[in-house]
C-alpha cells in the first residue's frame, strides 16, 4: 500500500535529530511505559483478586441456600430435587449455624457453630487444607463429637487438638434462668486446628457434624439452609437464576459466593477499574504528542502534500498517510510495552524476583496472573487512542491547499 509505505518513510528518513522526531519518540516511551504498566498491574491485581477467592471458596459453597422461615419437609425435598438434576453441580449438603458459647475452664467464646453433614465431601469442601493441626473426620455415632477451632479462637481458650470443650447454645442458657437451673452442655473433642488467613472464619467460627450442632443448638429438625459446590465456578450465577425461578424466593434466599461477600470484591473491582484508569492517562498524554507531532510533521511535509497533491493522488489517500504515521507510533509502542509487560511478569511468575516474607504474608512473592482480556482490552484502547490522536492532523493535512503548497517551488 502507497501510503503506508509513505508513512513508513517519514518516519525512518529523518537524517537529523529535531524537535519533531523527539516528540515522536516521546512518544512511543510514553505508551510503551503505559502499555508496560497496565500489563503488570492488572496482572498483579487479577494475582490478589484469585488469592483472595480460593481463601473464601475454601470454607464457602460456591451458591448457598438459606432457608427463610418455615420450610416443610415437602419444600426441602423439592429443593433438593432441582439440585440433583443439575450435571454441573460437585456435591451439596446441608448446614445448620448459630451462635453458641464455648467453655474451657475459666475461658469462653462466642462464636458460630455450624454443623456439617458426617458424609460431606470435604475434599471439594476444602477443609482439610486449612488443618494446621490435628484432623477432622466427624463422626455422629461417637461419643464425644469432634469439632475443629481456628488458630485464635484455640489460643484464647488455651486448647490443643486432643482437649474436651463444654459448649452450650443461647436458647439453653435462656431456659436455664427463666427455670432456675443450670443450661444443658455438651462436650466435645477439639480435633483439629485451621487457619484460613480469612478473619471471619479464623476468630468467629467452629465446625462439627450436623446431628451434634442439632443437639447443642436445639434445632430440632430444622436446618439453616443448603450450601452447593459446583464443578466451574462460573456457573454459580446461571444456577441462581434457575433456583430464583423455581423456588419460593419468600421462603430461599439463594446467594452466590460473589453475594456473600459482595462489598469486598466491589471494592477489590473498583480498585481495579481505578488503576486502569489512572494508568490510561500515560497512554492518553502519550497519544497527545503524537497529536503534536503529526500537526507538526503536517506543516513540515506541506511542500510534499502539495506534489503529491499535484500528481493526482486523492485526498483520502493523503489522509491515510498521516493516519498511518500516527498508528505506527502507536503500534510500536504497543507491541514494545505489550513485550516488557509480559516479560516482567514471566519473571516474577519463574523467579519471584519481588519476594515477600512468608512469616509475615500468606504469600511467598507478588502474585500473577495474565489475562488474555486484559491484553486484548489495554492493545485495544492503546489503539484507539493512536487513531483518535492522527485524525485531526491527519484531516489538517487533506485541507491544505495545492498552490499554497508549491507556488514558491
Known sequence: MTELFIANRYLRSKHKINFITIISILSTIGITIGVAALIVVLSVFNGFGNIVTDIMINFDPHIRIDYIGNVSEEEHRYAESILKSQKNIVSFHPYIQSKAIL??????????????????????????KTIKTGYFKPDSTSLIPQIILGTPVALRLSVMPGDTIIITSF???????????????????????????????????????????????????????????????????????????????????????????????????????????????????????????????????????????????????????????????GTVGTIAGLIIGLLICYLQIEYKFYPLDPSKYILDAIPIQIRLSDIFAITGMSMVLSVIASLYPAARAVKISIIDAIKWE
Open 103 to 128: 467453655i474451657n475452664r475459666n475461658s469462653y467464646e462466642i462464636l458460630n457453630l455450624k454443623g456439617i453433614e458426617s458424609n460431606t465431601d470435604f475434599e471439594n469442601w476444602g477443609v482439610h
Open 171 to 329: 436458647p439453653d442458657i435462656e431456659k436455664s434462668l427463666l427455670n432456675y437451673s443450670l443450661p444443658v452442655t455438651k462436650k466435645f473433642l477439639l480435633s483439629g486446628i485451621f487457619q484460613t488467613n480469612n478473619k471471619n472464619y479464623d476468630y468467629n467460627y467452629g465446625f462439627t457434624d450436623l446431628l451434634s450442632a442439632k443437639q447443642t443448638l436445639s434445632f430440632g429438625n430444622r436446618i439453616t439452609g443448603i450450601e452447593i459446590r459446583l464443578e466451574d465456578i462460573d456457573d454459580s450465577h446461571e444456577l441462581k437464576d434457575l433456583l430464583n425461578d423455581r423456588l419460593d424466593p419468600a421462603k430461599f434466599s439463594i446467594k452466590t459466593w460473589f453475594d456473600l461477600h459482595k462489598d469486598l470484591y466491589t471494592v477489590m473491582l473498583i480498585e481495579r477499574w481505578s488503576a486502569y484508569i489512572i494508568l490510561c492517562l500515560i497512554i492518553a498524554v502519550a497519544t497527545f504528542n503524537i497529536l503534536g507531532s503529526l500537526t507538526m510533521s503536517v506543516i513540515e511535509k506541506k511542500k510534499d502534500v502539495g506534489i503529491l497533491r499535484s500528481m493526482g493522488m486523492p485526498s483520502k489517500s493523503i489522509l491515510r498517510i498521516f493516519m498511518f504515521e500516527g498508528i505506527l507510533v
